[in-house]
């Protein structure tokens, strides 16, 4: 989800910009991903800090100076040391806002620029930071379209479901749940697809997912799929959506929420949670926002959880099993193109990038100074503390670790 957001940003910024991707983190994509193979974009070194996003900050410098950049965007940059990079070297920063601890909230001033892509992440910081903005997020409609408006199985529904790579925080086991009720009550006017990018069928229940799966109820594709045709990733990101009528995401938290803008613009009506910011994406006609049953905090992230209502999700779907017709997906449709187009909402984007700083030099030194006392104290590792004293030393050690495991002995 990451890379795709930076996707749209690189897309928003080319018109008026020099645009550079950096790819943290030492992987390399798979040959289907040719989008990240173009000459503006650099393969990090291997970073030496044990620690989520993590960059080589030598690496990161050497970049910085060879690009003769004057902005960095950051994306989901948990690790907030490279903020003090860019300081060193006078290049500004932005970060789009995702998801962030509270304490981590005065560490936010060291950036000049933030970027809210929903109310409630523009909300949490107006008034705290003088840099944020608020561009509403969308997605590409021109991608994202439906192959057809007419329903995607005759004489039924069809619902859809995308698990990503968090099947509790996307509600994948309400979906499940409130799927086999409506099924076990009789209701045969209604069909399943979950798509998942991780291993969830035991989570699901592998007796009712298989009892699904044999009544041609459910059709389940993830690295677990019995199917081996089902095994691999979708061809295309809109392939999911093409093949649904009703889009479910009874999601319990979300920093952005990617998935509900793509499956309108694919003419899919959503059923999400009542809760920021999944509502944000829901109006008339393209959805529906169920009920929750509570709201809690949790200690890795600021904004707080919500449990959406199952007997409300199961009730939602009924409805739309016993009253949808193919205008439901030409109004959700509709309403992606007049309120979730990317290249309409990010029109603005661009211009923000200026010479300008929108934050005070003295908070933002401020900042800066408590980001090193923050990540000095959390990553206290015997590795990370050799790391922040002697990268070099951790990379020389790396180094001679891959010599002896290429030169040791052979059977």
Known sequence: GAAYVSQQYARALAPAHDVFIYARGGARPGAT???????????????????????????????????????????????????????ALGVKTAAYLVEYKTDQLPL??????LVANTRQQFETFEGRHPGVRHVPWGTDVRYFRPDTLDAAQPGCVTFVHSAGLNAS????????????????????????????QGAIRATLGEARVAALEQAGALTY????????????????????????????????????????PEAAACG???????????????????GEAIAITRSYATPRAHHPFAEPSLEALVAAMRRCAAEFTPAWKARARA???????????????????GDASYQAPAA??????????????????????????????????????RVLRVGGPRA
């Open 364 to 401: 933002k030194a401020r900042a800066l100074d408590a980001i090193r006392r923050y990540e000095t104290a959390r990553l206290t590792s015997l590795r990370n503390r050799l790391a922040y004293a002697a990268p070099g030393v951790v990379r020389g050690l790396r180094g001679l670790a």
């Open 268 to 286: 899919l009506y959503a059923i999400t949670t009542d809760f920021p910011p999944m509502n944000e994406f829901v109006g008339p006609g393209n």
């Open 108 to 113: 936010y001033d060291a950036y000049d620029l």
């Open 221 to 260: 594709r993830g690295p677990d799929a019995r199917d081996p045709a089902a095994r691999a990733p979708m061809a295309e990101r809109r392939g999911l959506y093409v093949q649904g009528d009703v889009y479910l995401y009874p999601c319990r938290f979300d920093g952005v929420g990617l998935s509900v």
């Open 335 to 353: 309403y992606a193109e007049a309120h979730l187009d990317w290249d309409v909402n990010a029109a603005g984007l661009a211009a923000l990038f």
């Open 169 to 196: 925080r996307k509600g994948s086991d309400l979906v499940i749940a409130a799927f086999d009720q409506l099924w076990q009550s009789g209701e045969r006017r209604a069909r399943l697809i979950i798509q998942s």
């Open 33 to 87: 991903e040719a989008e990240w193979h173009g000459p503006n974009v650099h393969w990090a070194a291997l970073p030496v800090v044990d620690a989520d996003t993590a960059v080589d900050l030598d690496d990161f410098a050497a970049w910085l100076r060879a690009r003769r950049l004057d902005w960095v965007v950051f994306n989901e940059q948990w690790w907030m040391e490279p903020l003090r990079t860019c300081a």
